[in-house]
Each structure stands twice: as structure tokens, then as C-alpha cells.
């Protein structure tokens, strides 16, 4: 009896120890670090720049640092991100100029309290496209992804070369990702009926380093980091707390590219090379900052211009409802309390 009683107790005894160290592995971040604020961050995961800060404060203990526990939360683009913000699945996302107007018109309980980076939007022909000017897109084909940042660089790049958007250039919608279709021929003239495309980084930076495209014209995105004015008004503390976090991540950035290219590599499962990711990077100010004093989160005027610029753009192709004023949605208080520029 004494053997059945000792055989009980030890299969009892082996299956809490199991649960316990099962356990343990299982808990989320917040029930490990139960002292730790949770922030549930929105990020999209084949967004290189973006990707590679993300993969930073998932694989370092940044946000553990300043008292937050994150739970990441990784979407393949804005519009989902958007959708997961309206419906409170998020309290903070890092998005493009163009979602981040969108969501605000369609749910003005948000705050732009910081710059996320800036990101290229191009355009672009074959190699050996007699093409060599904007302006030389005259009677010619140019496809793009309707709706994106884009178009919105395309056409205006088109309009700043004297074109006239209806009568001189034939400006079609192609996704994003059919562009891969296209591109593959390094003496290419023409891609079949399309003379030019427009597309925004990774895309573009691929085909470059492969030699399959030339550059016409490079825009400028100012992507934005966003959170939630409910969580604000729950946790006052967690906008500082995140900027410092997020700023200290730029720094980890600048002084290990390698190992932060590598996790978003692995993370997004891209076929990229590092030096795609380097060109995708390379409108970046704050990796090639020369101490930790330069990294900038703030806006400048022309970053001002370009965020009214998307949410106007937005407007006039009858995307929206409604025309949102941007800075009336910025809030630059918590970079200063951060003591951060």
C-alpha cells in the first residue's frame, strides 16, 4: 500500500513540476513581468526600417527598461493594422502617412506623438528604357498601386515635370506586389504595355540591387508612430516611456545593422539582401546620426507639409469623406517630457 501511495505521490508530484516549468514557458510577457505595463504595438511585418526597429524591441529588453511589457501584434499592411486599431486590438502602430490620415478621420481618438522614419516611394523604369526624365513619361504608360503613397508621389512628380495628369500620361492601378511579375529582365526596354512603375520600399530597393530597374525619381513618406488617447488617459506615463524605449531602439539600430537586418530578414521571411535593405534605409537620417543626441523623433516643417500633403491627397481622390488637418492630431508634448527631440 505504502509503495501505491508513494507511486501516487510521485506521478503527482512530476506532473505539478511539469506544469509549473511548462507554465513558466508558456506565460505571456506580461504575466512574466507582472510589474511591467502592458502595450499591445501594432507593426507591419514586411515593412523594412519599420521591421527592423520592431524586431529591436522584441529581442532586447528596450521596453522592459522603461516599465513596459510589449505584446506585438504584426499585420502584412495599413489597412488591417487600421482595422485592429478601430476595433481596440492595439493601443500604439506604426503606419504610413496615408493610414495614419485615414484612421484619424474615421476615429479621432488617436494622437500622432511621434516620427516612426521616413520611407522611399520611386519611380522607375527598365534598365534600357530610352526613358531618362520624368518629363520623357509623355504618351507613355506608368502603373502603380491606386491609393498608396505611390500614386501620390507619382502624380505629383508627373504634374512637377509639366505633365498634365489626363491628356499626357496614362496612369494605371497595378498592386504592389504584381510589379514582381514584371520585373525580371535586366535588359528589359519596356514591361509589356507599361513604360514606368511607381512603388514604395521594399519592392523598389529589391529590383534595384538586382539591376532590374533604374531610378527616375525617389518621394519621401513620413511614416508616424500612433496611440490610442484612451490608453493615454489610462496610463499617462506610457507615451514617455515608449518614446524612450523606441528612441534607444534607433541607437541599437545605428550601431548593430547587421543583426537588425537579420531579424527582420528572418522575421518577414523576404528573399532581400542587405544591401536592399541598406538602399530601402538609406532616406533615413537617424541610422547614419553620428551619436545618440542626434537620433530625431520630432517633425520638421516640411514633414509638416507632406503629412497635410497625404491626408489632403486622400480628399481629392474621393478615399475619405472628409479633409483631416493633421496638426491637429500631433502631440509633441511626450518628446519633450522625454527630453527628446
Not at 50 to 77: A, C, M, R, V
Not at 161 to 166: F, K, Q, T
Request: zero cysteines.
Amino acid at each position: 500500500m505504502k509503495k501505491v501511495i508513494v507511486a501516487i505521490l510521485f506521478v503527482v508530484t512530476a506532473a505539478l513540476v511539469f506544469r509549473f516549468i511548462t507554465g513558466r514557458i508558456s506565460q505571456q510577457p506580461s504575466e512574466q513581468h507582472p510589474e511591467l505595463l502592458p502595450i499591445r504595438i501594432g507593426w507591419q511585418v514586411p515593412w523594412a526600417t519599420q521591421g527592423q526597429l520592431s524586431q529591436i524591441l522584441q529581442k532586447t529588453t528596450l521596453l522592459q527598461d522603461q516599465g513596459l511589457q510589449g505584446d506585438f501584434k504584426g499585420f502584412n499592411y495599413g489597412g488591417p493594422l487600421n482595422e485592429a486599431a478601430l476595433v481596440g486590438e492595439v493601443d500604439v502602430l506604426f503606419t504610413a502617412d496615408q493610414p495614419a490620415a485615414t484612421l484619424l478621420i474615421k476615429d479621432p481618438d488617436w494622437i500622432i506623438i511621434g516620427r516612426l522614419m521616413y520611407n522611399r516611394v520611386s519611380l522607375y523604369v527598365p534598365p534600357k528604357s530610352p526613358i531618362q526624365t520624368v518629363a520623357d513619361l509623355r504618351g507613355k504608360t506608368v502603373a502603380m498601386p491606386f491609393g498608396a503613397a505611390a500614386q501620390r508621389m507619382a502624380l505629383r512628380a508627373e504634374q512637377d515635370a509639366g505633365l498634365d495628369l489626363d491628356d499626357d500620361v496614362h496612369n494605371v492601378n497595378l498592386d504592389i506586389y504584381e510589379q514582381s511579375d514584371l520585373v525580371r529582365d535586366p535588359n528589359a526596354h519596356t514591361w509589356g504595355e507599361i513604360d514606368a512603375l511607381a512603388g514604395f520600399d521594399p519592392m523598389p530597393a529589391i529590383f534595384e540591387e538586382q539591376g532590374l530597374i533604374r531610378t527616375l525619381y525617389v518621394g519621401k513618406v513620413v511614416s508616424v508612430i500612433v496611440m490610442s488617447k484612451e490608453y493615454i488617459k489610462a496610463h499617462p506615463d506610457a507615451p514617455v516611456a515608449f518614446l524612450k524605449a523606441f528612441h534607444a531602439a534607433y541607437d541599437f539600430y545605428r550601431n548593430n545593422i547587421s543583426t537588425a537586418d537579420q531579424w527582420f530578414t528572418e522575421a518577414s521571411k523576404l528573399t532581400i539582401t542587405q544591401q536592399a535593405l541598406h538602399i530601402a534605409a538609406s532616406i533615413e537620417p537617424n541610422l547614419s546620426s553620428d551619436s545618440n543626441g542626434d537620433i530625431r523623433l520630432s517633425f520638421t516643417d516640411e514633414d509638416y507639409a507632406i503629412l497635410q500633403e497625404a491626408a489632403d491627397f486622400l480628399y481629392d481622390q474621393s478615399l475619405v469623406e472628409q479633409r483631416v488637418v493633421m496638426n491637429d492630431y500631433i502631440d509633441l508634448s511626450y518628446l519633450q517630457m522625454a527630453s527628446l527631440h
